[in-house]
């Protein structure tokens, strides 16, 4: 049950005063480049292809649709990236608002901050390519999508969280000792990944569910 809290109260920060306009200016970021850069890739890539008759359309309509489904499929993984650099900014009004109660984290530096962005985004990207061939099997393919981001993203995340309150060994530490909650959460936010269009938003429900997580697991929160 208490899994189950962590994941609706983190989708409501989504939608709610938390991170309601920061989640329209990721969303609207990603979906604009996502769609610019399948627009470059049907106009003047596509067109390239050599054959003609209806052995070059066939070809043609086959590269459109597969420059499609890749969008699909790398849509949250761009948003990652271009979110990521305002998940601290996410953190810190998911602690003010929902544990006003509470000491808040001490916010990253720029750098720590774009490092953990790239982080997330350059290690889920190729290892979500080379998964990519795996996807044309349906049960088999979903599931080592959902298993291999639910183990990225639940580590990377967290650690984001965490980083706000202690240092980094104690951050990695806690991270060991509350693996299987950390996996769980990773699940669900693979799962996420894999909704239309919410998959945009993918950072921060990531980030808000972590941030909830760590304040459920962290025995006590003195800020770095």
Same mark, same amino acid.
């Given at each position: *049950? ?7 109260? =983190?989708? /409501? ?39 003609? &008759? ?11 649709? !597969?420059?499609? !489904? ?8 761009? =948003? *990652? ?8 900014? !996410? ?7 929902? %544990?006003?109660?509470?000491? &808040? ?52 995340? %967290? /650690? ?17 000792? /509350? ?26 429900? &990531?980030?808000?569910? *972590? ?6 697991? /962290?025995? !006590?929160?003195?800020?770095?």
């Amino acid at each position: *049950m208490r899994g189950a809290a962590l994941v609706l109260g =983190a989708a /409501s920060d989504v939608f709610g005063q938390p991170l309601r306009g920061i989640g329209v200016l990721c969303a609207g970021l990603a979906i604009t480049l996502i769609v610019g850069l399948v627009w470059a890739a049907l106009t003047y890539l596509v067109p390239l292809i050599p054959w003609q &008759g209806w052995v070059g359309f066939g070809a043609e309509a086959a590269a459109s649709v !597969a420059v499609v !489904a890749l969008a699909v499929v790398l849509a949250p993984l761009v =948003a *990652m990236i271009l979110g990521g650099v305002l998940l601290d900014v !996410a953190a810190g009004r998911v602690e003010r608002l929902r %544990f006003p109660d509470e000491p &808040g984290g001490k916010s990253l530096a720029l750098p720590q901050a774009l490092a953990a962005a790239l982080r997330i985004g350059c290690v889920a990207l190729p290892l979500n390519l080379l998964a990519l061939p795996l996807m044309v099997v349906p049960v088999l393919g979903l599931a080592v999508y959902w298993l291999l981001n639910g183990y990225l993203l639940g580590r990377e995340y %967290f /650690s984001l969280a965490a980083l706000r309150f202690r240092p980094w060994p104690e951050a990695a530490a806690l991270r060991r000792k /509350s693996w299987g909650a950390i996996f769980a959460a990773g699940l669900c936010l693979a799962v996420w990944m894999t909704i239309p269009v919410l998959n945009a938003l993918t950072p921060l429900f &990531g980030i808000a569910l *972590m941030v909830r997580l760590h304040k459920a697991v /962290s025995p !006590a929160q003195t800020a770095a």
